[in-house]
């Protein structure tokens, strides 16, 4: 009885956050950046404006997560998943899934950018010009360094582990979802939401946010590196010849396959995880509490058949009216910016 009461004390003191926070973190992210942009754009000259573009959504990122983490009085270190004891074999397995997902994707993405240039959409994402090293320098910091930290944190952070209580499978799908809806790009969708609902999944598995982080951080610097040197090189992207069957099938194909062998790569994690608990277990049977941890995460697989289900059987709840509000409202904002992208 004094251990369970122990642990109901624990589990009331440590506050985390809800789906509320999740959808809240959505619309942040969206509106903030442009509050912050306002009277420093209206000041600044183009090439300025242009730097401001990637560092200002991130600094609005990171405050409004600062803000509502705060007001929720959540630990952040804990309700974040910032755990910095990483398994050096999980951190080799994330870099060989970032270095598959780039090459492997990039084909397709530059199919779906030049059927959708030939329907009339212009994308939001501006063409990068990194004409020396002390550029490329400067962008690692803010196009692959900010976002690594401030993205994952209001993404992986707070929409992920906010959707927690409803089931791993319901907090990877709804912040992939609500990751792929924030970048409001047509053609990179479906990467955006593979790569949010995988990156969703390693945080959930392995209890660290560093991991995506450096994975973030690897995508975005390995997408810059290969620009510098491209441009460098004198290396320019040729139109694709849609008449061609193998230049629209090897793109899809590419696709597939990066798909298979990165599922591959999150179930070699989950037996790395599996390992790593076993030989935690072991260390600490003598320690109760540790081995409540334990089983609680063991159990917590178990339960997710159950949380899908009641999810969608459970009565209609305040909480369950504002997420599903907040995902049509975030699809529909993602709809007017597609439209907005054909019109321009």
């Known amino acids: 009885m004094d251990k369970d009461n122990k642990q109901n004390k624990i589990e009331k003191k440590e506050k985390k956050y809800s789906p509320i926070d999740s959808v809240l973190m959505f619309f942040l992210v969206l509106i903030v950046p442009y509050v912050f942009a306002l009277p420093i754009y209206s000041m600044a000259d183009e090439q300025t404006k242009m730097v401001l ?86 962008k690692m910091i803010y196009i692959a360094l900010l976002p ?12 992920t582990n ?21 970048h409001q ?33 690897f995508n975005n610097a390995t997408v810059l590196l290969t620009t510098y ?7 320019a992207e040729t139109p694709i010849d849609l008449s061609n069957f193998w230049n629209i099938f090897l793109p899809i194909l590419f696709a597939i396959l990066a798909v298979g062998a990165i599922i591959g790569l999150l179930v070699l994690i989950n037996i790395l995880i599996k390992k790593q608990k076993a030989k935690k277990q072991s260390e600490c049977a003598s320690n109760d509490e540790n081995v409540i941890v334990f089983d609680e995460q063991k159990n917590q697989n178990l339960q997710q058949s159950e949380q899908l289900e009641k999810f969608f059987k459970k009565p209609m709840s305040l909480e369950k009216l504002v997420v599903i509000v907040g995902i ?3 699809f529909l904002i993602w709809v007017l910016a597609i439209v907005q992208g054909f019109l321009i």
């Open 53 to 138: 573009g990637y560092i200002i959504p991130q600094v609005a990122i990171i405050v409004s997560f600062i803000l509502l983490s705060v007001y929720r009085k959540v630990n952040i270190k804990k309700a974040n998943q910032i755990n910095f004891k990483l398994n050096i074999w999980i951190v080799l397995v994330v870099l060989i899934i970032g270095v598959i997902s780039i090459f492997g994707f990039s084909p397709l993405i530059s199919l779906f950018d030049q059927i959708v240039a030939s329907w009339g959409y212009k994308s939001p994402t501006s063409e990068l010009n990194i004409p020396t090293v002390w550029s490329l320098l400067a």
């Open 185 to 217: 790009n047509l053609q990179q969708f479906i990467y955006q939401f593979f790569m949010g609902y995988m990156m969703a999944y390693i945080v959930l598995k392995t209890g660290s946010i560093v991991y995506t982080m450096i994975l973030h951080f």
């Open 328 to 330: 049509i409202s975030a």
């Open 162 to 182: 906010g959707f927690k209580k409803y089931g791993n499978v319901i907090a990877c799908t709804f912040s992939a979802l609500l990751f792929a809806f924030m």
């Open 229 to 235: 040197i491209n441009q460098k090189n004198g290396i």
């Open 148 to 159: 690594a930290i401030c993205e994952e944190l209001a993404v992986r952070g707070i929409m």
